[in-house]
C-alpha cells in the first residue's frame, strides 16, 4: 500500500513558467517531507524539505507547501528552466526510525 | 571528490553467480542504506544499517545480504544472480544532529546499473 503517493508520473512545462508536482500521503505519523531531484545514471539529490510544524519552506526558485489536514504537499518551481528536468521524488518519515518512504517520481519536462 | 562512491558502476553477469557492490562514504555518516529502482517501482530499501553493529531488512531484502565492515563501508550481496534483481542499486548515508535525532536527509551515491542475463 504506498503511504506517499505521486499521482502524475510525469509534467511538462514552458520553460519560464512555473512547475506544481505534487504529493499526497495517507500517514497520519509523518513528520519530516523531502524532495529530491535525479537526473539519468545519477543519484538522487536532495533538493529541499519541510517539517510537520511549517505549512511553507522556500529556497531560490524552491518552495514547498504542506497542507497536513489535507495531508498533501507540493513543490512549486518558479521559473522552471530545462536544467530542472528530471524526475523529482517526494519522501516522507516518522518518529525517529528515519527511514524514508518514497513516492515512484514524477518526470518533469522543462521545454526552452 | 564523491562523498557517496559506489563500484562498480556497472556489471554485466550471468545467472547463479555472486556478486558485491561495494559501498563508500567519506561523510562521516553513521547510517547507510541500499535501495534498487525499477521503472514506474520508485525506490525500495533493501537494508539498511544505523551503525557498524546495527542492520535491518527493508522492505525487499530476499535474496541480498549485506556487510557493514566499517562506518564507511555497506557492501551488498547478492548469492546467487537471477534476471529480476537486473536494476539500478543506490547506495546512501544519512547523519544524526547533536542531540541525537536523525537530519533526516539521505545523500546518494551514483548508482550501479546490474544487469544479470
Known amino acids: 500500500d504506498q503511504q506517499v503517493k505521486q499521482n502524475s508520473p510525469s509534467l511538462s512545462v514552458q520553460e519560464g513558467r512555473i512547475s506544481i508536482l505534487n504529493c499526497d500521503y495517507t500517514n497520519s505519523m509523518f513528520d519530516y517531507f523531502l524532495w529530491y531531484k535525479k537526473y539519468p545514471a545519477e543519484g538522487p539529490t536532495f533538493l529541499i524539505s519541510i517539517s510537520s510544524i511549517k505549512d511553507k519552506n522556500e529556497d531560490g526558485r524552491f518552495t514547498v507547501f504542506l497542507n497536513k489536514s489535507a495531508k498533501h504537499l507540493s513543490l512549486h518551481i518558479v521559473p522552471s528552466q530545462p536544467g530542472d528536468s528530471a524526475v523529482y521524488f517526494c519522501a516522507a518519515n516518522a518518529g525517529n526510525n528515519r527511514k524514508l518512504i518514497w513516492g515512484l517520481g514524477t518526470s518533469l519536462a522543462v521545454n526552452p | 571528490d564523491a562523498d557517496v562512491t559506489q563500484t562498480p558502476r556497472n556489471r554485466i553477469t550471468k545467472t547463479g553467480k555472486r556478486i558485491m557492490l561495494e559501498c563508500s562514504q567519506t561523510?562521516?555518516?553513521?547510517?547507510m542504506y541500499w535501495y534498487r529502482q525499477d521503472p514506474g517501482l520508485g525506490l525500495r530499501l533493501i537494508y539498511y544499517?544505523?551503525?557498524?553493529?546495527?542492520?535491518n531488512k527493508g522492505e525487499i531484502s530476499d535474496g541480498y545480504s549485506v556487510s557493514r565492515q566499517a562506518q564507511a563501508k555497506f557492501s551488498l550481496s547478492l548469492e546467487s544472480a537471477i534476471p529480476n534483481q537486473t536494476a539500478l542499486y543506490f547506495c546512501?548515508?544519512?547523519?544524526?544532529?547533536?542531540?541525537?535525532?536523525?537530519?533526516?536527509?539521505?545523500?546518494f551515491g551514483p548508482g550501479t546499473r546490474l544487469t544479470v542475463l
Open positions: 544499517s544505523f551503525d557498524v553493529k546495527d542492520i
Open positions: 561523510k562521516g555518516h553513521d547510517r
Open positions: 546512501a548515508t544519512s547523519d544524526l544532529t547533536s542531540s541525537g535525532r536523525s537530519t533526516d536527509t539521505q545523500y
